[in-house]
């Protein structure tokens, strides 16, 4: 072991290993992208991509125009030259003044050729040196043409036309001299040269001009959301109300919107806490004061039956409260888990109901009731989450339990009509009137008269856990029921068929 190995396992203890240190999280994704940056790249990247191809256009097409003028003045020397082209005594002769040759010779900036050649190439005058065109270019006499050689080493445009020297035989290609006329490129390109810096020049004046007025247009654009933000930090802590979308452009509406739906939500959901809390908070004082009452009663008791009857008083009230809370915490959990939220599963209806039944097998002996289960010939699948619809058929059976009487019976019952799949709970308890059968949902909601106790809450977290669920919950009269004291009820639940049901059934 050499002395690093020896001081770092010195450091991490007797041989062990040195502690896993995670790396780094991608610094990138903690980067915030400004909007105003990613429009001012958009724009400004393809100005900035286009404006060295915007040069390049314009230098081909400063040099297309400077070619112009000087490609017409090479066709007028062309054409004056070969009008002084003749022949005599069968030799072709150009008859051109010395003053006329110190004209086409007269240029400060190019260098002028000219040249004179009879038929089959024979010299007559001008520059030796300057190459002959291709065979295939002799065309008609009347065309000047031209093209670009190198001569010297230096670019030279050549302007050239045959000439007839027999006019009665025109046709006659052997009958022909050529006449050329050729300059260097150093105007040509000064020209173009000046054409680019006056077209270039401007350009470095009006980009940085483009530039400004490209940042006060996107400062100016975006100046709605930086006032829509600043409205948004003076609004009050507790102040929840829509946006007005009308103070806002077009663009940013379906925003505002969307922003509008949230706060709308928001204050839904609060609303929802606050009643819960005071709901929770009032129905807590009933069964917290008789504890109270009771415990004082026991310290004030001698007697011992007195306080062993007032011991028990004080039991069923704990037991009372701690149902109270339970359920509070049942239908606050189903409140505050909303469709989009939930783990749907598929799940065999038929497994889940006799689950349940099991579990309440107990409480039923103690209440002597007849509990049953009546499932199908084969599993009934739905999409639903397991542990919210075990609470519902709970509080079903629960609420059949407290309301039958000893002697009663209660049928769990699970069915498929078509492709929707039924759970009825019916017991033979009083009933519940028609007109009563809209508020039994409501929490807290107590029938009239009813000396059983409970809270009011188990059949409104049935309703909540049902609507998460997308089901319809229904209420009847118990149809198996033959007594007018006490008609029953069947509460009979509507689950939509899951997407694939059919798979799952096989």
């Known amino acids: 072991m050499n002395d690093r190995d020896a001081g770092l396992a010195q450091a991490t203890g007797d041989g062990a290993e040195p502690p ?53 003045a090479l066709k007028d020397d062309v054409t004056v030259l070969a009008q002084q082209v003749r022949e005599v ?32 190439g024979v ?15 002799a065309g008609d006499n ?22 007839h020297l027999d006019p009665a035989q025109p046709d006659a290609d052997t ?41 006060f247009a996107l400062s100016r654009g975006l100046s709605p959301l930086a006032q829509l933000q600043e409205r948004i930090r003076a609004r009050r802590p507790d102040d929840l109300s829509p946006i007005d979308s009308r103070q806002v452009p077009e663009e940013i509406s379906p925003l505002v919107g969307s922003l509008n739906d949230m706060l709308e939500r928001l204050s839904q959901t609060i609303d929802m806490q ?63 888990q909303p469709h989009a939220g939930l783990a749907f599963e598929q799940i065999d209806l038929v497994a889940l109901a006799r689950a349940v ?38 509080n079903l059976i629960d609420n059949a339990v407290r309301y039958t009487p000893a002697g009663g ?25 028609p007109a009563e059968r809209a508020h039994v949902f409501e929490r807290f909601y107590r029938i009239l008269g009813s000396s059983v106790p409970g809270s009011g809450l188990g059949l409104a977290i049935v309703r909540e856990i049902a609507q998460q669920h997308g089901a319809e919950i229904d209420i009847f009269n118990n149809p198996r029921s033959h007594s007018l004291k006490l008609p029953g009820s069947l509460f009979r639940l509507t689950f939509p068929p899951p997407a694939h049901h059919d798979d799952h059934a096989d």
């Not at 991509?49 to 230098?59: D, E, K, Q, R, V």
């Not at 030799?91 to 089959?120: C, E, H, N, W």
């Not at 260097?184 to 007025?213: D, M, S, Y």
């Not at 009452?293 to 009372?320: F, P």
């Open 20 to 72: 896993y240190v995670p790396p780094n999280p991608e610094q990138e994704q903690n980067i915030q992208h400004s909007l105003f940056g990613e429009i001012l790249d958009w724009m400004l990247a393809p100005l900035l991509l286009l404006w060295p191809m915007s040069i390049a256009i314009t230098y081909l097409v400063a040099k297309s125009i400077a070619n112009q003028p000087f490609d017409h």
């Open 89 to 120: 005594d069968g030799k072709v002769v150009a008859r051109l003044p010395d003053s006329a040759r110190d004209i086409l010779r007269a240029d400060d900036a190019d260098t002028v050729y000219f040249q004179v050649t009879g038929p089959r």
């Open 123 to 137: 010299f007559v005058t001008g520059d030796r040196d300057l190459p002959q065109p291709a065979e295939d270019d």
């Open 142 to 163: 009347a065309e000047v043409h031209f093209r670009n050689v190198t001569l010297h080493g230096t670019p030279v445009r050549i302007a050239y036309s045959w000439v």
């Open 175 to 215: 009958r022909l001299a050529l006449v050329q006329v050729g300059e260097t490129l150093e105007k040509r390109a000064q020209l173009a040269n000046a054409i680019i810096k006056g077209v270039i020049l401007p350009q470095f004046i009006i980009l940085p001009v483009i530039l400004a007025l490209v940042w």
């Open 274 to 336: 606050k009643r819960f809390i005071a709901d929770a908070a009032h129905q807590m004082k009933t069964p917290l004061a008789g504890m109270r009452m009771q415990s004082e009663l026991a310290l004030r008791q001698v007697d011992a039956g007195e306080i062993h009857r007032s011991l028990e008083q004080l039991a069923k009230s704990s037991e009372s409260a701690t149902r109270l809370v339970n359920q509070l915490l049942a239908l606050a959990r189903a409140e505050n």
């Open 357 to 394: 039944v099991q579990e309440w097998v107990p409480a039923s002996f103690a209440h002597r009731i007849d509990l049953g289960f009546e499932p199908p010939d084969e599993p009934v699948f739905i999409a639903a989450n397991a542990l919210m619809l075990r609470e519902l058929l709970s």
């Open 409 to 433: 019976s209660v049928t769990v019952r699970v069915r498929r009509d078509g492709d929707d799949a039924l759970l009825e709970v019916e017991d033979t308890g009083p009933g519940i009137a």
